[in-house]
């Protein structure tokens, strides 16, 4: 059962590190989230699954990040280093495959992200990408080309390197906020004490420019924007701009935490909720036999929560504190979750990536309706 804890807002951290040369690069434009599209004025009701879940998609090895697009769908696959392109009739073709991916256990091609930007190779956008290559985990973004049925991606530039990785909380979601900055989760690649170290990348949740720079903004003056975290594979932003990011725990508590500029989330001295100043408390909390929780969405403000070990999807509404799980046990693991199209929401499953147990045709990309 989850467990709500209310808590205050707590001062963002004091803790200072040598200042790098600041970028003043102008943010670029998101793509907005469902809830932010919406108009100024709107009524956001909290939403819910409806009806069964249907099979969109089928044969994916490992999926791990799902990309809509305003034309199309790609899909990255940990294990194969590729990206798929969702075909109209449910088929998969490659547009892609990364070529210095470096897999390895849960290390592999991650999160992708889309900025629009007509000045693109193509006149298109950029592609970004956050994956396991040989000494490090980096992002790299690469220029989208074609048309819907024929995307391709062009030669990476890179954004970002020296991310630390590991065999394991190699974190790796991205995401563009309403701020028009990228922003990326940093597992602590297996070494407890990368978290709480502002010098390194490790066990943080990143904020950048399109190109990498540090933003004039940023807490710390580097590209740290919260610390503390363990393995953190889920972000999303709701209609008032906040931030919101889900986390693996290690053995007792799972975290849903809403993201301040400078917060120390806690890693490895406290998991959980702990009661101590010195640390934010997440605002909800599950045993990992329940959650083990990747990908996030926000559809009218309503969370959504993908879950790996507890092979459920999490609905959380943050207005009420109220909290639900859907289709437990039903599909295996589940990966990520993202809006879909007319009032729909889709989630894949993961059960081909060496932990699951895959079934004929796994992994699989389902769509659901939701409504208030």
């Known amino acids: 059962m989850a467990v709500l804890l209310l808590v205050a807002v707590l001062a963002g951290c004091t803790s200072s590190v040598p200042r ?34 249907v099979v969109i998609a089928s044969g994916l090895d490992a999926p791990w990040s799902v990309l809509r697009l305003a034309g199309g769908t790609l899909i ?19 547009a892609a495959e990364i070529a210095d991916v470096r897999p390895g256990g849960e290390g592999g091609l991650l999160g992708l992200a889309f900025l629009a930007d007509a000045a693109a190779p193509g006149g298109t956008g950029w592609v970004y990408a956050y994956f396991t290559a040989a000494g490090d985990n980096e992002i790299v973004r690469m220029p989208l080309s074609g048309a819907p049925g024929s995307l391709g991606l062009g030669e990476p530039e890179p ?19 309403p701020d028009g900055m990228l922003y990326a989760t940093a597992g602590d690649a297996g070494d ?58 290690q053995n007792t508590w799972d975290e849903l935490n809403l993201i301040v500029p400078g917060g120390n989330y806690g890693w490895p001295v406290v998991e959980g909720a702990a009661g101590n100043p010195d640390y934010r408390d997440p605002v909800q909390q599950w045993r990992p036999s329940e959650a083990s929780p990747s990908g996030l969405a926000i559809v009218n403000d309503t969370l959504f929560m993908a879950a790996l070990r507890g092979e459920r999807l999490w609905r959380i509404d943050p207005s009420t504190g109220e909290t639900s799980a859907w289709f437990v046990n039903s599909f295996g693991r589940l990966r990520d979750v993202v809006s879909g199209p007319d009032g729909t929401l889709w989630f894949v499953s993961n059960n081909t990536d060496g932990r699951g147990d895959p079934a004929p045709g796994d992994d699989r990309l389902y769509q659901v309706r939701v409504a208030p």
Do not use: C
Not at 27 to 41: E, F, V
Not at 76 to 94: I, W
């Open 76 to 94: 990255s696959e940990r294990d194969t280093a590729l990206v798929r392109e969702l075909l109209p009739d449910g088929s998969l073709r490659d």
């Open 159 to 177: 954004v970002l390197s020296g991310i630390p990785k590991a065999g394991n909380h190699d974190g790796g979601r991205l995401g563009f906020g």
């Open 20 to 53: 790098p040369s600041v970028a003043t690069e102008a943010p670029a434009r998101p793509r907005p989230t469902p809830s932010l599209s919406l108009p100024p004025n709107a009524v956001l009701l909290p939403v819910h699954p409806v009806g069964d879940p």
């Open 192 to 249: 407890t004490g990368n978290a709480q170290d502002l010098g390194s990348l490790g066990g943080k949740i990143l904020r950048m420019t399109p190109t990498g720079a540090v933003p004039a903004d940023n807490p710390f003056g580097t590209l740290v924007y919260s610390f503390g975290h363990r393995n953190p594979q889920g972000i999303a932003w709701d209609s008032r701009g906040r931030l919101w990011a889900s986390e693996f725990g």
